[in-house]
Antibody
Framework: QLQLQESGPGMVKPSETLSLTCTVS??????????WGWIRQPPGKGLEWIGS???????YYNSSLKSRVTISVDTSKNQFFLKLSSVTAADTAVYYC????????????????WGQGTLVTVSS | QSALTQPASVSGSPGQSITISCTGT?????????VSWYQQHPGKAPKLMIY???NRPSGVSNRFSGSKSGNTASLTISGLQAEDEADYYC??????????FGGGTKLTVL
């Protein structure tokens, strides 16, 4: 079955760029039925959608993070990526990647399945 | 985009039914039938329980059901079991082609 796995540094210094990779296995990232999303969860807090990408490179972002976020995709490696610039302690969170269903053009739905998540701590 | 509004906590005894509400606006919950619900146990990734307001993925117990009225979606769990104790989050598509989550509800099984 489809599986997603996040990877990347567990600690990033303030003002630097957080970079994570999500590797998709058991299925192709180049499906017209899905986007691929990033969601984060600060310790003890709720979920926050960061953004999602289509295999063609089309993206949608959370407006509150848009100025600092870049999501990209490498279909040859079945991977997609998250970059979050100018990080602060407020960006400390567990970062999840997930498959994001595409209902229609510019219409997205559920997240399923999810990766196990990776904790990224912003600290000097 | 503002987070959807959920109660911080709900509780119930084994065998009882509980309902968790998720209130948004006409630009998200009220405008589209693309509300989903997720269950999250401590230290685990969220798991999809309901999608498109009332659809259950394969493998999810039929004790879980979803509905919507106006700008409020609801998740009902019947026949509460100890294993249902978890955090629950709603999510909705929005008119800006984005996604928004609720603040989460902690379910305690007494």
């Amino acid at each position: 079955q489809l599986q997603l796995q996040e990877s990347g540094p567990g600690m990033v210094k303030p003002s630097e760029t957080l970079s994570l990779t999500c590797t998709v296995s058991g299925g192709s990232i180049s499906s017209s039925s899905y986007y691929w999303g990033w969601i984060r969860q600060p310790p003890g807090k709720g979920l926050e959608w960061i953004g999602s990408i289509f295999y063609s490179g089309n993206t949608y972002y959370n407006s509150s993070l848009k100025s600092r976020v870049t999501i990209s995709v490498d279909t040859s490696k079945n991977q997609f990526f998250l970059k979050l610039s100018s990080v602060t302690a407020a960006d400390t969170a567990v970062y999840y990647c997930a498959r994001h269903s595409r209902i229609a053009v510019a219409v997205l739905g559920r997240f399923d399945p999810w990766g196990q998540g990776t904790l990224v701590t912003v600290s000097s | 985009q503002s987070a959807l509004t959920q109660p911080a906590s709900v509780s119930g005894s084994p065998g009882q039914s509980i309902t968790i509400s998720c209130t948004g606006t006409s630009s998200d919950v009220g405008g589209y039938n693309y509300v989903s619900w997720y269950q999250q146990h401590p230290g685990k990734a969220p798991k999809l329980m309901i999608y498109d307001v009332s659809n259950r993925p394969s493998g999810v117990s039929n004790r879980f059901s979803g509905s919507k009225s106006g700008n409020t979606a609801s998740l009902t769990i019947s026949g509460l079991q100890a294993e249902d104790e978890a955090d629950y989050y709603c999510s909705s598509y929005t008119s800006s082609s984005t996604q928004v989550f609720g603040g989460g509800t902690k379910l305690t099984v007494l």
